[in-house]
């Protein structure tokens, strides 16, 4: 199972030009152009398109930014890379027609998103026309049903997976979830929290391990960034092994 790190951090300030060695996750509304030149040097990359934002009460020309992710998409090769998750906002017809779109200008496939409320049927319907889709897990209602019925989560992945079809939890960062759910990848967050809140991460008898700052301490950010970010491509490592 690959785990991807998602989410901005502070990854370039302290670590050597030269690595790689980790899978990484990161959007098209936040990917900087530093970042943007060097995507095919990890070891695997997913763009995320940024589509959450809009949802956050940003202004975005639709159609611009469409042909953006496209320009992006093509310039630096981008293999592997999501649809823009708008069913909520806009509809399931208009999605596909913008999924078909960034598709026919790419060349490639991207990979769909599902959302338990759009039925299991249409869930079967992108395992069928796709080897590599996404389960949404993150967000309130969609991490909820995650977490009150894993079984059924398991369930879908299983039934793609007998159709050899690749799942991605999408913000999926249950430890325990993660040995039993057999996932083809899943990405997170995570790892920032212990930097925002000065908690530090161990990866401790084969899952992550949060340590509380003491009351009344203070951390050094930066290193416990450093430290956080080194443990969690700990648990990489040990995820690709499963």
Known sequence: MKMFLAGSGLIKTWLNDDFYDFYRLQTFYHISKDEAKVINKYKGFLLDSGAFSMFSGVKVDLKKYIDDYIKFINQYNVKHFFELDLYELIGIKETEDIRSYIEKETGKKTIPVF???????????????YKYIAIGASGQHDSRWTRTHPEKLKKLVLYAKSQKVLVHGLGYTNHKGLKEIPFYSVDSTSWLSGNRFGSV????????VKHLKPSGKRVKTNETAKNNFKEWVKYQKYLDKI
């Not at 991460?201 to 992550?208: G, S």
């Open 115 to 129: 959302h338990i409320y759009l039925g299991t049927n249409y869930y079967k319907k992108l395992c069928k026309e």
């Open 201 to 208: 991460y161990k990866f401790e008898n084969d899952t992550m």
